[in-house]
């Protein structure tokens, strides 16, 4: 990697806990105020229930990229934590009424070009999502995605792999008392080696709990 790379890359991974920070101190702030007893639910202040489960769920979008084409299909596939199940990684994540989402996604950016990324996002719930039946609440999410660039057939360096940084904003729903459902959009910045591929994208996604 030459000394410019390298020094994007460093900047890329000091910038990103900053930001996350940023993001959890006011999802702290959030919820220290509905520890409120007036305010809370009944059963937000008795730890995580061991009745919360996990969610395989699937995604469409449509999304683009600035400098190439729009309106262009992506789909993908993740799993989602609510705050009762993200606390078996970090436990702070309850205290916090935050949950994690690890996705797999796809999007086309052009006829001939595409990203892939995995990404990792830590989701802020803007309400109670503790309680295993909460109906649904607004979130904002920012993580990082190790992303693999598919550059036209001929291109120099067909593949092209780098570090994302991807950011969220959205609305969560409880289906049936069982499943869910979101509509968010997406921003995902990729600028490595003289190819920008930031991108963005228009997602709805449904899942399943596990256990079912």
Known sequence: MDP?????????MAVLPLL??????AGAQDAEASSNPRLAPPQSNLG????????IAVHAQLGGAAEFESGLLGYGAELV?????AVNFLSFLYNWNAGLCMQIDYQNVSENESILSGDF????????????KSSGSTFAGLGVGASRVDLPPGSSGAKNSYWSL????????????????????????????????????IQAGVGIPVPW
């Open 4 to 12: 410019y790379q390298n020094f994007k890359f460093q900047l890329v």
């Open 20 to 25: 996350m920070m940023v993001l959890l101190i």
């Open 48 to 55: 995580p229930s061991p009745d919360t489960p996990m969610f």
């Open 81 to 85: 934590f609510r705050p009762g199940a």
């Open 121 to 132: 996002i830590v989701r802020k719930y803007l309400q109670d999502m503790r309680d295993p």
């Open 166 to 201: 991807v950011g969220e904003v959205g609305r969560e729903w409880t289906l049936n008392k069982k499943y869910i459902m979101w509509l968010k959009g997406q921003y995902r910045y990729y600028d490595y080696s003289g190819y920008n591929y930031s991108c963005w994208a």
